[in-house]
């Protein structure tokens, strides 16, 4: 059993169950030897078909998953070498710690002097060394998890899969965890491919995240320009905050909403029907539109609640029109704001992003 | 506090009920009168002698110990199987399917013994032990079935992908995952077989043979055709590997139960 170089290419993947809708909806993904790639999505979304039919639990309908440039689509989950991690850990209650992470060795028969140098060596990696003869249920979660992260690797497997390996485990447990899969992903250099709904552990884990919706990836990228270019209103949702505006690009880069007119560049060749946001970061509050500097976007609003967080101060912002928002201040940057008040909210053009609106329901086709 | 007197009285009481008959029996057997007696006016062993000495009773004890036997090995497979299969199907037909499996435990027995009596005419298995086995096995398996379905039930089916994306094949996986974990399940199925094999009278008396009397059906022989006491040592006999397995069982499972939970 070769490994291959961690290369991993989902081609057209699709999956429908009976005579449904497709599931999972042409996706095309193409893994980096070595890449740490999240599928970010609300549930239902397809993300965790996907990881299935990557894992082999699921048969694809159509399309082809590659590794290392072979397709791995006919062969059962034990021939794909895949290591997997699951959510609730899935250990071996009859065996022992080092037995688990023994387990996936013992099928290679690997030679038992081996096994065992191995087993130590891997529990040693993930700060588990001398608990071997420990049973699982003597262990906390995030132990638990650690052993299934060495059962996971010790075979040397090209790739890691992880099914929301941290979504069993309680806030502070799984900080210490993600600092714990990030490191192993440096020290082993493997393909990660990591499932998730929550967008803070996709944004601070990963190389790349694909966002998926309703089967489709929307869109992938580096988390800085997913953040910064969402693409979309859905993915602008999804990750991170927004004030968005459902107005409409008129012709000489000029976008309307609710009678404001704001300044747009670049807006050559972009339809109409797009929607504006700004990230909460990005937008600043004067107490009166006088104080606005000249070349600003700006928006009348009330201040609806105001929140000292410490490192920032929250504003929790109204627009009218049905449209709400929020701005991250410099905790010491407002005056003459208080909860109630009117303001002016104020950002720079090149700081909005136009994303696309979500389209009306249409055939499956037109993206293939 | 009256409250918790009464129920402990009652409770007492119902436990009497449930269990004096059985317990009755076992002074009686070591009576040394040559009729029912109880209280014994004296104590003897003569009724375990006649028990294991004489030709008729020792050959139906080991008639039984065959027969139940055979169908705990024939149930436990065949149900264990049957409970694997079942806890993949989809929901809808493993409804079905259960309630086929488990049928034989509403249909009246002698509505079986009557349907399979003349079945069995037709393969000339009546009145062979291996027949009787065969049916019993009908009766057993829905209790296999329902204890290691109860097993498979409470178990994380990630374990199984664990096993096989580990690089376990499927038989690997049955061996060194599955069957591991549902053993607490597969002996106390093996065990209900035993037992309902072992005190079962219905089925045997109608596939009876002078030569594949069991137990039970010698036992009612006894009493139909004469007053022998030794029948109460036989009982005794009886009450002791019938209780000893499903205690055992109890026993088995409870501390199961607590180590594979996790």
């Known amino acids: 059993m070769t490994t291959g170089d961690g290369r991993i290419e989902l081609v057209d993947l699709c999956k429908r169950y009976g005579s449904g809708p497709l599931v999972v909806d042409h996706v095309n993904i193409d893994i ?24 082999g639990f699921t048969d694809i309908t159509s399309g082809a998953i590659r590794l290392g440039g072979s397709d791995v689509a006919p062969l059962p989950p034990h021939r794909r070498d895949f290591g997997m991690v699951f959510q609730n850990y899935a250990l071996f209650p009859h065996m022992t710690v080092a037995q688990n992470v023994a387990f996936p060795l013992r099928e290679r028969k690997v030679p038992k002097p081996e096994i065992a140098r191995r087993v130590e060596e891997t529990l040693r990696l993930v700060d588990l060394a001398g608990m071997g003869g420990r049973r699982p249920h003597e262990l906390s979660g995030g132990q638990q998890q650690r052993v299934a992260l060495a059962r996971a690797v010790v075979f040397s497997p090209s790739v890691l899969l992880l099914d929301e390996p941290l979504s069993a485990l309680d806030r502070k447990l799984r900080q210490s965890l993600q600092q714990e899969i990030k490191r192993l992903h440096q020290e082993l250099k493997l393909t990660f491919v990591f499932v998730t709904h929550d967008q803070d552990e996709a944004m601070s884990l990963s190389d790349r995240i694909a966002v998926f919706n309703a089967g489709r990836v929307e869109r992938i990228g580096t988390p800085a320009e997913l953040y910064r270019d969402p693409g979309t209103r859905f993915v602008a949702g999804f990750l991170g905050e927004s004030n968005l505006f459902t107005g409409r690009l008129r012709p000489g880069g000029v976008y309307e909403w609710a009678g404001h007119k704001w300044a747009v560049r670049d807006a050559d060749g972009v339809p109409a029907e797009r929607d504006l946001v700004v990230r909460p970061e990005r937008l600043r509050l004067a107490a009166a539109p006088a104080d606005v500097p000249e070349d600003a976007n700006s928006v009348q609003a009330k201040v609806t609640g105001l929140y000292f967080q410490g490192t920032h101060l929250r504003a929790e912002l109204d627009y009218g029109d049905g449209t709400t928002g929020c701005a991250v201040l410099p905790p010491d940057s407002v005056t003459g704001i208080a909860a109630g008040s009117g303001v002016t909210a104020y950002w720079r053009p090149e700081h909005q992003v136009l994303v696309t609106p979500p389209a009306d329901p249409h055939p499956n086709e037109e993206n293939a | 506090m009256k409250a918790r007197l009464w129920l402990k009285i009652v409770a007492v009481l119902v436990g009497l009920f449930l269990t004096v008959p059985t317990l009755v ?34 050959t139906a004890i080991r008639n039984s110990l065959q027969v139940a036997l055979v169908t705990t090995v024939l149930a436990t497979t065949l149900g264990t199987a049957a409970a694997l299969g079942l806890n993949r199907l989809t929901p809808r037909v493993r409804g079905v399917a259960t309630g086929f499996l488990l049928s034989p435990i509403i249909i009246p027995n002698i509505l079986i013994a009557l349907v399979i009596f003349s079945a069995f005419l ?125 205690l055992l069982a109890q026993v088995i499972g409870a501390r199961r139960g607590k180590a594979g939970r996790q």
């Open chain 1, 32 to 55: 980096a030897p070595g890449e740490f790639l999240t599928l970010l999505g609300p549930s239902g979304s397809g993300k965790t078909t996907t990881l299935n039919m990557i894992a």
């Open chain 2, 25 to 58: 029996v076992i002074p009686m057997s070591f009576s040394s009168s040559q009729t029912f007696q109880f209280p014994p006016s004296g104590w003897s062993l003569q009724w375990y002698e006649n028990l294991f000495t004489s030709p008729a009773w020792s």
């Open chain 2, 122 to 246: 037709r393969l000339s298995l009546n009145g062979t032990l291996i027949g009787i086995a065969i049916a019993h096995t009908a009766l057993a398996l829905p209790f296999v079935v329902i204890a290691v379905t109860a097993r498979l039930q409470g178990m994380d089916a990630a374990l199984q992908r664990a096993g096989s994306s580990l690089g376990a094949g499927p038989f690997s996986v049955f061996r060194k995952i599955t069957l591991p974990l549902a053993l607490p399940g597969v002996l106390s199925g093996a065990i209900l077989a035993f037992v309902t094999s072992f005190d079962e009278v219905v089925l045997a008396l109608f596939l009876q043979s002078p030569s594949t009397l069991t137990l039970p059906v010698q036992m009612f022989n006894s009493v139909t055709v004469q007053i022998d006491p030794t029948i109460s040592a036989a009982s005794s006999v009886m009450v002791l590997l019938v209780s000893v397995p499903i």
